[in-house]
């Protein structure tokens, strides 16, 4: 290793370090008993399971950790399969169909895109109170069908991807709806998997839309319950509680990236769903 590269990395390793640093103390913390959390120190002296017991007991309250945990999830479940379904079909038929006015109608899908969210807030909430959807999960995942960031990131992907493939199907015989399932879908493979993962990620951290329609500690998800319990006035807050809650419901969030975060960067390239 020369000289140059052996600064890059211990320079990128010291960075590293003061990154986590303050991560890393805050996880220790949730071990600790609440006594020591304002002590000063970077590391507690002591350690404790109660605070995990606790966070999945009785949070406080009336907040169940478990029950926001499933909430999220199934919430992201049901986000990840409504996306893939709506915004595959669309971004193949922007990318790879020629139709009249298609460029047009892209960007007037991209355009939704430039719109600050806050102003859609009100009207979404609306429409989800006049079918009485308010304070369940379906009006939580309902507005965030489907996804524009989705289709402009799989319509990169199929635009890309080599014409002679499509022109061999047509010849052996292979309709238009076949084509679509049987050769571009699983050719765009690593798009739809980065889109999965990035939409599972949006899923379980989105906090300002499930705040605003759901009012209920049942139906909270995950950034609203911690929320919902750090904004405690009534009483001292636990705070090593808070911060076991806070790991245990970080941690399906970690395991998913550590697992898909090549695809992330992987699924950006068009010749990779090629073999």
């Given at each position: 290793m020369k000289g140059g590269d052996r600064l890059r990395w211990i320079v990128l390793f010291a960075v590293a370090c003061l990154w986590l640093l303050?991560?890393?103390?805050?996880?220790?913390?949730?071990?600790?008993?609440?006594?020591?959390?304002?002590?000063?120190?970077?590391?507690?002296?002591?350690?404790?399971?109660?605070?995990?017991?606790?966070?999945?007991?009785?949070?406080?309250?009336g907040v169940s950790i478990p029950q926001a945990m499933a909430n999220s999830a199934?919430?992201?479940?049901?986000?990840?399969?409504?996306?893939?379904?709506?915004?595959i079909p669309a971004a193949y038929a922007f990318g790879r169909l020629r139709w009249p006015g298609r460029d047009l109608a892209f960007a007037l899908v991209l355009l939704t895109m430039m719109m600050p969210g806050i102003l859609e807030v009100l009207s979404l909430y609306e429409i989800m109170s006049g079918?009485?959807?308010?304070?369940?999960?379906?009006?939580?995942?309902?507005?965030?069908?489907?996804?524009?960031?989705?289709?402009?990131?799989?319509?990169?992907?199929?635009?890309?991807?080599?014409?002679?493939?499509?022109?061999?199907?047509?010849?052996?015989?292979?309709?238009?709806?076949?084509?679509f399932w049987h050769v571009m879908v699983p050719l765009a493979r690593p798009a739809v998997l980065t889109l999965s993962v990035l939409t599972a990620l949006y899923s379980w951290n989105n906090f300002l839309w499930p705040l605003i329609i759901t009012n209920s500690p049942a139906s909270m998800t995950v950034p609203v319950a911690i929320?919902?319990?750090?904004?405690?006035?009534?009483?001292?807050?636990?705070?090593?509680?808070?911060l076991a809650a806070s790991f245990l419901t970080a941690l399906p969030m970690i395991l998913i990236f550590l697992l898909g975060q090549k695809y992330i960067v992987g699924g950006m390239r068009p010749t990779a769903g090629i073999k």
């Open positions: 303050p991560i890393v103390s805050l996880v220790l913390f949730s071990f600790a008993p609440s006594s020591q959390i304002l002590g000063g120190k970077l590391i507690p002296s002591s350690y404790t399971l109660s605070n995990y017991v606790t966070a999945l007991t009785d949070a406080g309250r199934l919430i992201m479940a049901m986000q990840v399969a409504g996306i893939l379904l709506l915004d079918f009485g959807l308010v304070d369940t999960i379906y009006a939580v995942v309902l507005p965030g069908l489907p996804r524009v960031v989705g289709i402009f990131i799989l319509r990169q992907f199929f635009r890309e991807l080599p014409k002679e493939m499509e022109d061999a199907a047509r010849m052996d015989g292979a309709g238009s709806f076949q084509i929320a919902y319990l750090s904004a405690d006035t009534s009483a001292i807050l636990n705070y090593t509680v808070i």
